[in-house]
């Protein structure tokens, strides 16, 4: 069964450091794969998303991530954190549905993400 | 440009009793989505809908949830007899065409506390 696995639960950086979240895929075909982040009281926001092509994603705020075959990884990166990063980090895998079009998505369980002043 | 909506935002209510939620999506995506978040896990998949037709249900979908899409705009989900184990953020998703290349855009959710 296809799954996501975010080994880290919660993390807190400081202002300026780098960040890196690390995220694990269980997916039998080629994964459609996503990060996403949740501040509190709001939806769930596209950071960025990978199909197809150049394994290295940019994204939205800064953010980009690395797919990696070999080893079922999405991991999400951002070389200098802002206080705003704060949030909860989630990466997701799609799957097809019967059309070949996008289904739904499987989530991770998040990593919360702590900043440091 | 006006997101995905959802109402209410909170809901409180009693073991036993039915509630309703609504979605309003971006005008124009014909496909929509409802997840289930629970307190320190991702979001679950129960449903989703291309224009009014249901194309998928999760097994989390037991026989007391209801969707409906009936004019393949909003989107009501319905627990009827809710349990404490309900309770929940449930979320509400919509995309444009479904194409594997599209974005889920999430409403803010509905908070359901079950007492």
């Known amino acids: 069964a296809q799954s996501v696995t975010q080994p880290d639960i919660h993390i807190t950086v400081s202002e300026g450091a780098s960040l890196e979240l690390r995220c694990n895929y269980s997916?039998?075909?080629?994964?459609?794969l996503f990060w996403y982040v949740q501040s509190p009281g709001q939806g769930l926001q596209l950071l960025l998303k990978?199909?197809?092509?150049?394994?290295l994603v940019q994204g939205i705020k800064g953010f980009e991530a690395e797919f990696k075959r070999s080893q079922s990884s999405f991991n999400l990166r951002k070389p200098s954190v802002h206080w705003s990063d704060a949030a909860e980090y989630f990466c997701?895998?799609?799957?097809?549905?019967?059309?070949?079009?996008?289904?739904?998505?499987?989530f991770g369980k998040g990593t919360k993400l702590s900043v440091k002043p | 440009d006006t997101g995905v909506s959802q109402n209410p935002r909170h809901k409180i209510t009693k073991r036993g009793q039915n509630v309703t939620f609504r979605c309003d999506p971006i005008?124009?995506?014909?496909?929509l989505y409802w997840y289930r978040q629970t307190l320190g896990q991702g979001p679950e998949f129960l449903t989703y809908?291309?224009?009014?037709?249901?194309?998928?249900k999760s097994r989390l979908l037991s026989d007391r949830f209801s969707a409906e899409r009936p004019k393949g705009s909003f989107s009501t989900l319905e627990i009827q007899r809710t349990e404490q184990g309900d309770s929940a953020m449930y979320l509400c998703?919509?995309?444009?065409?479904?194409?594997?290349?599209?974005?889920?855009?999430f409403g803010p959710g509905t908070r359901l506390t079950v007492l």
């Open positions: 990978y199909f197809s092509g150049d394994t």
């Open positions: 997916y039998g075909a080629t994964p459609y």
């Open positions: 005008s124009e995506h014909n496909r």
């Open positions: 997701a895998v799609g799957e097809q549905d019967y059309g070949g079009s996008q289904g739904n998505l499987i």
């Open positions: 998703a919509s995309s444009l065409s479904g194409d594997y290349t599209d974005t889920q855009y």
């Open positions: 809908f291309q224009n009014e037709a249901q194309l998928e």
